[in-house]
């Protein structure tokens, strides 16, 4: 059903209303229609919008309450188009007003002591204190996750901008949206050469999308592009998959990075996956590093790179980005309370970009 069918009944059901606490409500959407012919969806988002408004204000009055009551009663499968209109309002808002900012976290190279790339981190700049992961995810509801994703990474590449040249820059992207025929326009338009970008997917490839996947991606690789799998969790299906992508970058996440400097397993765990990697050519990242220990322990297996809030913690200010070109200090990071960086890093999972 399209969002206009959707909007004409959430309509007809609130014009219908004939509590008469609610007419002026129904006016103003009445009227919007007028200003709006053919267009309902337009109506009834500047309607929501309104509505949202009113919302927010503390202190509503009995009369207004009431106002509401139609829209609270309506039947389940109404209210459920009328929340994914309300999201379209909200994400359509967030991309018009550019709501949107950009933080770096750098990636430490593990064998040269120095920042080798950076990953770009969204920042959203809304009055609810909603997260990144919250944000995609509606819009991806609402079926505007591209849309999202996209402006994402266009903030991001103009950001980089002040980064030095020598620095990679790697962008969150769902492999739904690496389907879409605008990403490679997006490369085309963006002043971040394609050849410093590594794309790294936030999600798994559903199988009957791969084929789909390998041939948007490739023409893209065969161009300068790298990209880069977060797996945490390795298993056989996983690992097969990995020696077919071959991508440039495997990303371990903190769930198999922590403890690997008290726990036997997990060591011989994080070496056979830096033995995989060199056999696949890809460079093996470890993220949410925490201990100066963890550290010490990634760097003797061999692992490639390293990011976490011990490294360096995300931030949005071009001065803390200039400081990252400081070689690493092994012997300073030591000295650091391993309770410091816990609480640092919090008690969430990896943050989406």
């Not at 065969?222 to 991508?247: F, K, N, T, W, Y």
Request: some cysteine; overall charge negative.
């Amino acid at each position: 059903m399209t969002v206009r069918v959707q909007a004409w009944g959430i309509i007809a059901a609130v014009l219908a209303d004939s509590d008469p606490a609610g007419a002026a409500t129904r006016q103003r959407l009445s009227d919007s229609l007028g200003e709006n012919p053919g267009v309902p969806e337009r109506a009834l988002l500047e309607y929501l919008l309104e509505r949202r408004q009113q919302d927010t204000v503390k202190g509503a009055t009995p009369d207004a309450a009431r106002a509401h009551q139609p829209l609270n009663a309506m039947p389940p499968l109404l209210a459920e188009r009328l929340d994914s209109l309300r999201s379209l309002s909200r994400i359509s808002a967030l991309l018009e007003q550019q709501m949107l900012m950009t933080a770096f976290q750098p990636i430490y190279g593990l064998a040269s002591r120095s920042v080798v790339g950076v990953e770009a981190l969204s920042r959203f700049v809304s009055d609810d204190g909603a997260g990144a992961e919250l944000w995609f995810a509606e819009a991806a509801a609402v079926g505007m996750g591209a849309n999202l994703e996209f402006s994402a990474l266009g903030s991001a590449a103009a950001a980089a901008a002040t980064l030095p040249a020598h620095l990679y820059v790697a962008l969150n992207i769902s492999p739904k949206s690496c389907l879409d025929p605008r990403l490679p326009e997006l490369f085309d338009h963006i002043d971040l050469p394609i050849s410093r970008i590594v794309l790294e997917l936030t999600d798994g490839i559903p199988d009957e999308e791969y084929s789909h996947f390998i041939a948007a991606i490739t023409p893209l690789r065969e161009r300068g592009l790298r990209i880069a799998i977060d797996d945490s969790h390795p298993h056989a299906g996983a690992l097969s998959r990995m020696l077919h992508l071959r991508p440039d970058f495997i990303k371990l996440g903190r769930n198999m990075i922590s403890g690997v400097d008290q726990d036997a397993s997990q060591r011989v765990l994080a070496a056979c996956m830096v033995d995989f990697a060199e056999q696949i050519g890809s460079v093996l990242v470890a993220e949410g590093v925490e201990t100066a220990e963890e550290l010490r322990v990634l760097t003797e297996l061999g692992f490639s790179a390293g990011q976490g809030y011990l490294l360096g913690r995300p931030s949005v200010r071009p001065k803390d980005w200039a400081a990252w070109n400081t070689p690493l200090d092994p012997d300073g990071l030591r000295r650091i309370p391993p309770e410091s960086s816990h609480a640092a890093q919090g008690p969430g999972g990896p943050e989406r970009g």
